[in-house]
């Protein structure tokens, strides 16, 4: 496998792997955050697939039916009013159950899709759009201006707070193309500070890199703990299995919400290491759907 494979079944695989261990030690479920990433990617790879044929898609709304699917799979029926989306390969596999913010189903509830000018989930202040961005970072052909933008609008189809699970887009985006977890922090840092209050987020990675943190639950609070998780490990003179599990103990060690901060610092891990670091999960119940992204992903970006 080479080196951007490696790096792509690293983020998929260690998120999942991460996820599941933090619910339960030893834990073989993977919940809420993998699915959700799961069908973003889906929702990615049915805008590539039009593209290979010659077609144009939105990704946004490629990945709000997406989304409408995943609803569909995980609650028996779609919303009221929204459109059908055509099955798709993902679907055939049962998701087992987990937390969903009520902000995620609100959202998909309603008719319309949200936009960055009307976006859904005003107060909401949860993960679950922080948890799905990876994959708007993980397309080699894409730029930066490419990923703020796309990452922006699937974020506002559940959650207001567009700015975080972008930040996690980017950083994901300058590590999948080879830059050093502290470069492209630095680099989302200054993104930030070019944007209407991305000061305040800024801050908190700072501040997370170099202060205590405790019990991080809001996503602005995750995924400046997810980054210190990492880059607190990355120092140990340990073989990178070693690193990925250290991350996600560190990751729970935080308290709060350990599942969300565990996943993003197991995608991390994976997209700096590969899967050299997170090895292939097939003791996961619902592998197979993990498997299956990732062939379908290396196949349609390389």
Known sequence: MDNFSSRIAGVFYGGAAAEAAALEPEGTEYSTGTQLTLYVADGLLEVLEWSARGEAADPPAAIWLALLRWYKNRFGTLPEGLPPAPARRIDDH?????DVEPATTAGLEEVEMGLPRKPHGVDATGTDALVRAAPLGMLPQVDTNWVATMSRQVAVLTHADWLTPTA???VMHHIITGK???TAVTEVLSWLGEQQDGDDLAQQIRTGLSEDLNSPTTARQVFPAAIRAVADVLEQPVAPEQLF???VTQAVHFGGNTQATALLAGQLIGAIFGNTATGTPSYL????????TVDRWISHTT
């Open 94 to 98: 049962q998701l087992y159950p987990g």
């Open 168 to 170: 996690y887009s980017l």
């Open 180 to 182: 050093s977890l502290i």
């Open 245 to 247: 599990r250290a991350a």
């Open 285 to 292: 119940n619902n592998y197979v759907a993990l498997e299956e």
